[in-house]
């Protein structure tokens, strides 16, 4: 059983926007609002990396590349982070990937594709 349940990849043109979710099952549930939820990238032939994270405070972190474009946001009561992407560049192409981290544990998704045609 999936612990992460990601939704909204797909194709967009340059300029454009996606909207990526990421449910966390009750099954890991605990205390989701003091989780860490992130989403990181991989593109093939690349290494996976941090594209933004928002803590359980709500302090968010994001890599230099996606800065004024991407916004993580979290809705606690639905145990669902989201990752809004805009200004969506050819580059952005990877598979996306939600992260959580809970009580020393992490647990991944299994990943969303996102492709954005020049």
């Known amino acids: 059983q999936r612990q992460l349940v990601e939704s909204g990849g797909g194709l967009a043109q340059a300029g454009g926007s996606l909207r990526l979710s990421c449910r966390a099952q009750r099954s890991i549930l605990s205390v989701f609002s003091g989780n860490t939820m992130g989403w990181y990238r991989q593109a093939p032939g690349l290494e996976r990396e941090q594209v933004a994270i928002?803590?359980?405070?709500?302090?968010?972190n994001y890599a230099n590349s996606v800065k004024g474009r991407f916004t993580i946001s979290r809705d606690n009561a639905k145990r669902t982070a989201y990752l809004q992407m805009g200004s969506l560049k050819p580059e952005d192409t990877a598979a996306y990937y939600c992260?959580?981290?809970?009580?020393?544990?992490?647990?991944w998704g299994q990943g969303t594709q996102v492709t954005v045609s020049s």
């Open positions: 992260m959580m981290t809970q009580g020393g544990q992490t647990f």
């Open positions: 928002i803590t359980g405070d709500y302090n968010t």
